[in-house]
């Protein structure tokens, strides 16, 4: 089982609709959840982060998490043309060195999630 | 502002060869990272700095892979002896001193034929 999986997509809405993507994650020590968008040829681009149960807003876009079902969405109401990217869900896990120190700067990436949104 | 820059923007180079990647982050970011990307693989991490030392190198694929920070600034990630599978986009990124690779750089194109 991957860590972080994403359906590939591709998904297609039409302008003005509701895209929401999905990511499921297998290790329960994840601590936190990233949402990044990718335009082709471009580089990440850093869109939501979430840490606790529930929802989270921002403009237009909701990022959602559910730490039993290890599942974390991401909601865009509304969708533009400019909205058509890859969409990478990420997890934080912490790493403990051999020294015995922790840090959580790894993320874990999914494959990503194709979003097309036709005028 | 200037963003994280990464030099050169492409390399082509033979299979055993030695490269150099530079990476340039944000002015008073403490935090960097490398990642790589290539083809049905994703964005895989390779290493993060905090300052000048790496809490975390467990993304290196092998030692032919090395990492260094100097002055808490530019880092240069060098891949020795490379082999067609190193072939990937080298990605930077940089946060002020948070674990989140919030900015990253354009990337440098490797392709080792």
């Known amino acids: 089982q991957k860590e972080v999986e994403q359906n590939s997509g591709p998904l297609s809405v039409p302008e003005g609709a509701i895209a929401s993507l999905n990511c499921t994650y297998s290790d329960r020590g994840s601590q936190s959840f990233f949402w990044y968008r990718q335009y082709s040829g471009k580089s990440p681009e850093l869109i939501m982060f979430?840490?606790?149960?529930g929802d989270k807003e921002d403009g237009r876009f909701t990022a959602q998490l559910n730490k039993a079902s290890q599942y974390v969405s991401l909601l865009i109401r509304d969708s533009q043309p400019s909205d058509s990217a890859t969409y990478l869900c990420a997890v934080n896990l912490p790493y403990r060195s051999n020294a015995g120190g922790t840090s959580y700067g790894k993320l874990t990436f999914g494959q990503g999630t194709i979003l097309t949104v036709h005028p | 502002g200037a963003g994280v820059s990464q030099s050169p923007s492409n390399k082509v180079t033979e299979k055993g060869k030695d490269v150099e990647l530079r990476c340039d982050p944000i002015?008073?970011?403490?935090?960097l990272y490398w990642y790589r990307q290539s083809l049905g693989q994703g964005l895989e991490f390779l290493i993060y700095?905090?300052?000048?030392?790496?809490?975390?190198k467990s993304g290196l694929p092998s030692d032919r892979f090395s990492a260094e920070r100097t002055g808490g600034s530019v880092s240069t990630l060098t891949i020795q002896r490379t082999q067609q599978e190193d072939s990937a986009v080298y990605l930077c990124a940089s946060d002020r001193d948070s674990e989140i690779p919030q900015y990253f750089g354009p990337g440098t194109r490797l392709l080792v034929l």
């Open positions: 700095f905090q300052g000048n030392s790496a809490p975390d």
């Open positions: 002015s008073g970011h403490t935090a």
């Open positions: 979430i840490y606790s149960n």
